[in-house]
């Protein structure tokens, strides 16, 4: 049974830095693509970053490119999301979801496996 499970959330002053991590298990991560999402309320959940396994490329959108990076531990099943600078605006419940095909798909419902998520609360 695959499972995705976050840690790392919480709450931080704006300008501050968060690390979210991402256990896998029931399945071999180096054969899957990653992605991290985020869903303010209210809002659609759309995609922060991913790892494609296919190209290996890492993916950002425009409103997190420079101060988040991603990173994954193969050896651990573990993806990381380290996130600096944050601001009110990443406010938001953080999910990462693996998807069997190793695409980074944009769209949230095309990967096959997710986390419960983990919030994340940035005061101004």
């Known amino acids: 049974q695959v499972q995705l499970v976050e840690s790392g959330g919480g709450l931080v002053q704006a300008g501050g830095s968060l690390r979210l991590a991402c256990v896998g298990s029931?399945?071999?991560?180096?054969?899957?693509?990653i992605g991290w999402f985020r869903q303010a309320p209210g809002k659609e959940r759309e995609r922060v970053s991913c790892?494609?396994?296919?190209?290996?490329?890492?993916y950002y959108s425009h409103s997190v490119k420079g101060r988040f990076t991603m990173s994954r531990d193969n050896g651990k099943n573990t993806a990381y999301l380290q996130m600096n600078n944050l601001n009110p605006d990443d406010t938001a419940d953080y999910y990462c979801?693996?998807?069997?095909?190793?695409?980074?798909?944009?769209?949230?419902?095309?990967?096959?496996?997710w986390g419960q998520g983990i919030q994340v609360t940035v005061s101004s």
């Open positions: 029931g399945f071999t991560s180096d054969d899957y693509s």
């Open positions: 790892i494609s396994h296919r190209d290996g490329g890492t």
């Open positions: 979801a693996a998807d069997r095909r190793a695409f980074c798909w944009v769209e949230a419902a095309l990967y096959d496996y």
